[in-house]
Structures are given as structure tokens and as C-alpha cells.
């Protein structure tokens, strides 16, 4: 009866979940990185935030998988580039 007191505590089951969470969005990390990359265009509206959408949906979307590393790459020196001339101008 002790175990299962400790089992059902409130702060056993909110690590519990709150480890759950943590697995949800590391499975699901491309799709945080897109939502990320919408709301970084919709803040910073601009031709040179264009290409974050064009990357999702006329690229990453249409994978059958997830995007190859290639992709990453490109997306992760894009946004180097663009945090650089940001920092400058």
C-alpha cells in the first residue's frame, strides 16, 4: 500500500507527465521547429523572413519522411546568415 501511495502522488505523476511532455515534443521536434518558423515570419514580416514558409510548405511539407539533413542544414545557416545581418543593420 506504501508503493502505491507513492505512486499516485501529486508530485510523482506531475514528473511523470511532465517527462511525457518533454518525450512528445522531442519526437515531434520538426514540427515545433516549423511552428517556430511561422511565428518568426509573422513577427518579423519582410522579404528576407520569405523564405522560412516557402521552405515549409513548398519543401519539408511534401516529404513523404521527415526532411533530409540537407534541409537542416540550409534552414540552420539561413537563419545564422539572417540573425548576422540583423545584428549589423
Do not use: D, H, Q
Not at 515531434?28 to 520569405?50: D, P, Q
Amino acid at each position: 500500500m506504501k508503493r502505491t501511495n507513492k505512486f499516485t502522488s501529486f508530485w510523482n505523476m506531475l514528473g511523470v507527465y511532465l517527462g511525457l511532455m518533454v518525450e512528445i515534443v522531442i519526437t515531434y521536434s520538426e514540427i515545433v521547429c516549423y511552428i517556430f518558423m511561422i511565428v518568426s515570419m509573422m513577427r518579423n514580416a519582410g522579404f528576407i523572413s520569405l523564405i522560412y514558409p516557402f521552405a515549409i510548405f513548398g519543401f519539408a511539407l511534401m516529404e513523404e519522411l521527415k526532411p533530409k539533413r540537407k534541409f537542416w542544414y540550409f534552414i540552420l545557416i539561413y537563419t545564422e546568415v539572417l540573425i548576422f545581418v540583423k545584428f549589423i543593420y
